[in-house]
């Protein structure tokens, strides 16, 4: 009777019922039962049924079901006192293979001990989870796949929330015992799949499925791998292509669902974030994406900051481990300068996404601002050592260096992520790249290459045609070039865009003065680095300005343009251009959702 597949619950409570009254309780029966009871939510009836005749005590199985139905009513103390029971296996030898070959009376022959007591584990990462026990949810985790490889649900909490880094992922999955609990074909089908999952940060590649496996091609949990990988190496337009066609198929993807908001934010398409975010609240208000996407789409449109934290504040409070939200929620601060605001948001999103270079790099964007740029360093650095081939932890570390006043520093790290992002294709054409080229031509102009620094700002000049400031450091460096004909024409076309920029004035007056004067300068105007903590991020830059030598004094100008990147998750980014006196050494970050 409790195989019938119609789902018919109460029907099997009831024909339930009467089998144990019949069998005089028979142990199977009593515990078929409790398993009724469960599935019609009935967890105190479940679990007093099993506790009741000690069954608990005496049978894993028992054991882990009484303590599942505790769980459910959020009883966690009492479900660690139940999975942690004295006759248990204890720790040392729960998870040696022989230890899980203890007899017991058999209640549920499919079920062997080894993958009994991988839920019981699985379980119990679950508890310190809720219990904000990071540490011994992920050993948990860890020890409920050795036991059985097949618990997809343990590295799904592992991957999904990034509590590896990306070495511990690859020990994990060279530490599974797949050639004792699987056959030899499954265990390369297991291998590939959880790769898929593990290596997120790695170049995405054409699916190559081993032997008979090669139709999963096209299912949707390796086609949304792919997808993630495309996302955490920049390559969005990909990634929203995936994504999108993922969604037609099944329009309600949980694992596609918070990696296509952060493309959607990541490629500015308001009306499509708009229309999925109230598609979600209506059919899953429940669900913390659902209000992510809200959050996001605010953040997106701009000056409905309040806005966005209300939807976020609501999507982690919801699901408190959401680290994407926590992301965005830190960009909504962050936007208004509320930099230890912001920093808050992002150290818990850091604690969460233990393996997300994201988080790690935004509290270095956020140092840099606060005028820390050691401690600015120090995280920039380490999300460097977890996404190596990210171009936006490259370009931070140049601006870093460009501060130290490394010129070659900064130059290497610059032309390292200009690499990366070549190495994308079409994304280079993005304007979220402009600051790179023209950070590229300060570098330049700094080491006096003066011809590669005007053809990086030309660059530049082709991803956003009406930014004043590229003028500007165009017309400074055919100024140092003494060709002061043309750097009267790109102060004149700055002015033009920014009549209040008090450099481009300067520096036209001085130039004007020295073209017909015929006194060439003979030597570069000392420029110094300063970080300006004024300044109201666009979600998540780190401003480095240059500064002439002249004594006039100038108004910082300001234009931001936001991009964001929640997931993950989550995640977000922006960019602010500016220039005071001289020329702004403009900066990129990079978030997520999240995903």
Known sequence: ????????????????????????????????????????????????????????????????????????????????EILDKDS??????????????????????????????????????????ALDNRLLATQNYQKALNLDPYCFEALDCLTGQHMLTAQEESDLLNSLPLNLRCSAEEAKLVQFLYESKLKKYDKPQEVSLPGSFTCLSNNLDVRVATAERHYYNCDFRSCYKITSQILKEDPFNAACLPIHVGTLVELFKKIEIFYLAHKLVDLYPNNPVSWFAVGCYYLLVGQKHEHARRYLSKATTLNRMFGPAWIAYGHSFAVEGEHDQAMAAYFTSAQLMKGCHLPLLYIGLEYGLTNNPRLAERFFSQALSI??????????????????????????????????????GDEVTVD??????????????????????????????????QNASTFAALGFIHSLTCDFHS????????????????????????????????????????????????????TTMLKILTRSDATQESQAQQDALI?????????????VNMIEMDMSLESTGQENSGV
């Open 563 to 575: 991009h964001m990147k929640p997931t993950a998750d989550s995640t977000t980014e922006g960019v």
């Open 88 to 129: 248990v296996p204890g720790e040392d030898h729960l998870f040696d293979t022989r230890s899980c070959q203890t007899e017991q009376p058999d209640i549920d022959a499919d079920t062997s001990p080894s993958v009994v007591f991988g839920a019981m584990c699985l379980l119990r990462g679950r508890v310190y989870d």
């Open 432 to 465: 979220k790249w402009e600051p790179l080229f023209n950070n590229l031509g300060h570098v330049c102009r700094k080491l006096k290459r003066y011809d590669e620094a005007l053809e990086y700002h030309r660059q530049a000049l082709v991803l956003a045609p």
């Open 387 to 424: 996404a190596p081939e990210d171009p936006f932890a490259l370009h931070e570390m140049g601006v870093v260096a460009f501060h130290n006043q490394d010129w070659e520093g900064a130059y290497k790290f610059f032309v390292n992520a200009l690499k990366k992002v070549k190495a994308i």
């Open 487 to 538: 750097a009267i024409d790109y102060f004149h076309k700055a002015l033009g865009l920014r009549r209040d920029d008090t450099f481009s004035v300067t520096m036209l007056g001085n130039c004007i003065e020295r073209y017909l004067a015929e006194d060439h300068p003979s030597s570069d105007w000392g420029l110094t680095v300063e970080m300006d903590p004024s300044l109201p991020l666009s």
């Open 1 to 80: 009777m409790m195989s019938r597949p119609q789902h018919q619950y109460q029907s099997a409570l009831f024909w339930a019922d009467k089998v144990a009254c019949l069998s005089q309780e028979d142990v199977k029966d009593v515990y078929r039962l409790a398993q009724c009871h469960f599935l019609m939510e009935q967890y105190h009836r479940a679990a007093h049924l099993l506790r009741s005749r000690n069954l608990d005590k005496v049978y894993h199985i028992c054991r882990y079901l009484a303590a599942k139905c505790h769980f459910a009513l959020r009883e966690y103390e009492l479900t660690l």
